[in-house]
């Protein structure tokens, strides 16, 4: 015969336990849904409320603004029920469920490794880079064949365009990439683990 403990939640863990498990990472970032929480609350600054992000992520799961009323109210509702306690329930968040306003938590910063491969197409930022250097190539080469437009701008010009593409998206990504790993560094450093 086992004795079954209880699941404790993050909160009430013992105050050093601040990481993130490999587990708890991985299950947070299995579900679409939680991934659009993070990625809407970190848009808006990291706070929003529940109404806010119930309508933004059924806008990006229809592609529909306004989303229709029996999608936004699924989301709602799913989130209430099932997402934001999950998140509060670890500290990756704060949800009042009273009040229904939600908050990243300074541990919300442990995720942004792993959601961080992503551009804003929605593509890894590797495939981003691949499809710009592919283009890049091709339309070098197109210009110097004499492929009309461009070859007015010619071979150098082309090419130049695509620097300029490649240094912006580098500086977009680490731009959106590094300021949340910055404050987990400055956190460290200051000996503060919450």
């Known amino acids: 015969m086992s004795i079954s403990t209880p699941a404790i939640s993050r909160t009430e863990r013992a105050v050093d336990a601040t990481a993130l498990e490999e587990g708890e990472i991985h299950s947070v970032l299995s579900n679409e849904r939680r991934r659009l929480v993070l990625k809407q609350l970190r848009r808006n600054g990291g706070a929003s409320t529940l109404r806010e992000l119930s309508e933004s992520i059924a806008a990006e799961e229809t592609g529909e603004s306004p989303p229709p009323r029996n999608i936004r109210d699924s989301v709602y509702a799913s989130l209430h029920q099932t997402h934001l306690p999950k998140l509060d329930g670890l500290g990756i968040v704060k949800y ?7 908050a990243l938590t300074d541990l919300a910063d442990e995720l942004v490794p792993y959601t961080a491969v992503m551009s804003n197409t929605g593509l890894p930022w590797y ?47 680490l731009y959106t990439g590094t300021r949340p790993l910055q404050r987990l560094g400055q956190r460290v450093r200051d000996g503060r683990t919450n």
């Open 96 to 102: 009042d469920s009273n009040t229904k306003s939600v």
């Open 127 to 173: 495939q981003h880079y691949l499809l710009l250097g592919l283009a890049a190539m091709a339309s070098v080469i197109a210009a110097d064949l004499g492929v009309p437009l461009l070859a007015d701008v010619g071979p150098i010009g082309v090419a130049l365009v695509f620097s300029v593409a490649m240094i912006t998206s580098l500086l977009v990504q």
